[in-house]
């Protein structure tokens, strides 16, 4: 079982980018540049990797392990890193994160002084069905939401409802993982003016025809209605 924790020295880091390949063709990771983290559960740990240092935070905090990057090692599907106390192995392919369901994109083991731990690590991917999830809206056509305004959009197995700032509204919707249709949205009929009004006039009608899905690095998802307008939304289970 993965989740997902708080580190302070790492809470503002990103999961760096890594896809599915075959026979370690893909560059290392923070080869560019970039870090990789990746993190594990039951005790908690967290890994960072930068282009020179493993930085290892285990058991919640209690155990923190920094030493020089040795350089990776190409493996059949992903890459080894050697160290002096720190072992890692990533193996790219899709890994769940058992306690919110969050999936990555590789699988990460580390052995430290004989401990092997697992976990997950790489960039946020998608989630393999809607159903389920729930997100909250961080910006739409490029302008970013008013947090002081909720908003929610959820899926359940044929219906999706939520809030664009003002009225309560559902819909039942299709998706075949990168097209969304939704069906005539149904909404209460509160009274709105000013940004809260705007908002949830835009949200609506880009929800109000079909949609592309997209999802970014860091597992926001994207909705593209014509004319590039977009509602771009955060996990929020």
């Given amino acids: 079982m993965i989740r997902t924790f708080a580190v302070s020295a790492l809470a503002t880091l990103a999961l760096a980018g890594c896809t599915t390949v075959q026979n370690g063709s893909e560059a290392a990771p923070a080869a560019?540049?970039?870090t990789y983290l990746a993190l594990g559960t039951e005790p908690g740990w967290t890994l960072e990797i930068t282009p020179t240092r493993l930085n290892y935070v285990?058991?919640?905090g209690e155990t923190r392990v920094a030493e020089a990057n040795p350089g990776a090692r190409t493996t059949f599907n992903g890459h080894r890193y050697e160290g002096q106390r720190?072992?890692?192995?990533?193996?790219?392919?899709?890994c769940s994160d058992g306690m919110s369901d969050q999936r990555y994109a590789d699988h990460v083991t580390v052995e430290l002084d004989g401990a092997t731990l697992s976990g997950c690590g790489g960039a946020t991917l998608p989630p393999a069905d809607l159903a389920g999830t729930r997100w909250q809206m961080?910006?739409?056509?490029g302008a970013s939401v008013d947090r002081s305004i909720a908003t929610s959009l959820a899926f359940d197995g044929t219906r999706m409802s939520g809030s664009a700032g003002c009225n309560r509204f559902s819909a039942s919707y299709s998706s075949d993982g990168t097209r969304l249709s939704a069906g005539p949205i149904a909404a209460t009929k509160m009274a709105c003016t000013g940004p809260?009004?705007?908002?949830?006039?835009?949200?609506?009608?880009?929800?109000?025809?079909?949609?592309?899905?997209r999802f970014a690095a860091d597992g926001a998802m994207i909705l593209m209605g014509t004319g590039g307008h977009n509602i771009v939304l955060d996990r929020v289970t």
Wanted: negative net charge; without cysteine; glycine residues 10%.
């Fill in 138 to 141: 961080r910006s739409i056509n």
């Fill in 86 to 94: 720190l072992t890692v192995d990533i193996t790219h392919g899709a």
């Fill in 58 to 60: 285990g058991s919640y």
């Fill in 32 to 34: 560019d540049g970039d």
């Fill in 196 to 213: 809260a009004k705007a908002q949830e006039q835009a949200a609506f009608a880009i929800l109000g025809a079909p949609v592309t899905i």
